[in-house]
């Protein structure tokens, strides 16, 4: 139990810090850089653990990260592609056109952003609950 507690300990810093680092992410934008290094720091703990469980747990971790960063350029791109369709006016030649992509690339982003937002971190908790009770002996 003490060699299991030893490899915990890192697995929760790493949960720790994807939460420190999503929040700080949010509230200034360079800190997302570091999604960078918490990416390496887990790929090579991924690649030096032994036990089943704690890869598992790793793996999801890097994979709720990576589905986080996908997920945010994609609504990032969306918002981009809306500056494309944003002239003319709405009564101009082709505007309603226009104004209708511009809608749906803003609607496209914002539901991708929310996604980014939400469905990584749900993830996550399923995750870190099942490394838990795992260690826990529950079934």
Not at 7 to 21: D, E, G, H, W
Not at 37 to 55: E, I, M, P, S
Not at 60 to 67: E, G, K, T
Not at 98 to 122: D, E, Q
Request: charged residues 5%; positive net charge.
């Amino acid at each position: 139990m003490v060699q299991a507690s030893a490899a915990l300990r890192p697995l929760q810093c790493s949960y720790l810090a994807t939460v420190v680092i999503y929040l700080g992410s949010w509230v200034w934008l360079p800190a997302a850089w570091l999604w960078a290094a918490l990416l390496v720091w887990t790929g090579y703990a991924w690649y030096q653990q032994q036990g089943a469980a704690f890869k598992q747990a790793y793996l999801s971790l890097i994979q709720a990260v990576a589905l986080h960063l996908g997920l945010q350029l994609a609504a990032f791109g969306s918002l981009m592609m809306t500056g494309k369709y944003n002239h003319g006016g709405l009564f101009s030649g082709n505007g309603a056109e226009n104004f209708g992509n511009l809608l749906m690339f803003a609607l496209l982003g914002a539901i991708l952003a929310l996604t980014a937002t939400l469905w990584p971190g749900v993830r996550l908790v399923k995750s870190y609950r099942a490394l838990m009770s795992a260690q826990a002996g529950e079934p």
